[in-house]
């Protein structure tokens, strides 16, 4: 039906950056809200990023100014930058969207699979 499929994470030293992408594939009549949640070790899972079909976002505190959340309708495809990355940022990252299926369907919600994202001091 809908996969979502996250790439772009991986090791990183403090300060430096990643891009993580997120497409989402299959039976797919209009995306909503697209987002990125973190999961850490022993921890919540959280929110990070929100973004709207119109572009409209949202962000954890800890992330302001330091990542942007960004989207291509035309994709179907979420990104997000990650900039002056902290080891306090380690975590699996799960991509999220509200997915209309089709026009008589109503809109769920995906998940992705999750990407890793580490980062050493």
């Known amino acids: 039906q809908v996969q979502l499929v996250e790439s772009g994470g991986g090791l990183v030293q403090a300060g430096g950056s990643l891009r993580l992408s997120c497409t989402a594939s299959g039976s797919i009549f209009s995306i909503d809200a697209m987002g990125w949640y973190r999961q850490a070790p022993g921890k919540q899972r959280e929110l990070v990023a929100t973004i709207t079909s119109g572009g409209s976002t949202n962000y954890v505190d800890s992330v302001k100014g330091r990542f942007t959340i960004s989207r291509d309708n035309a994709k179907n495809t979420v990104y997000l930058q990650m900039n002056s990355l902290k080891p306090e940022d380690t975590a699996v990252y799960y991509c999220?969207?509200?997915?209309?299926?089709?026009?008589?369907?109503?809109?769920?919600?995906?998940w992705g699979q999750g990407t890793q994202v580490t980062v050493s001091s």
């Open positions: 999220n969207a509200d997915v209309r299926r089709g026009l008589y369907y109503s809109r769920r919600n995906y």
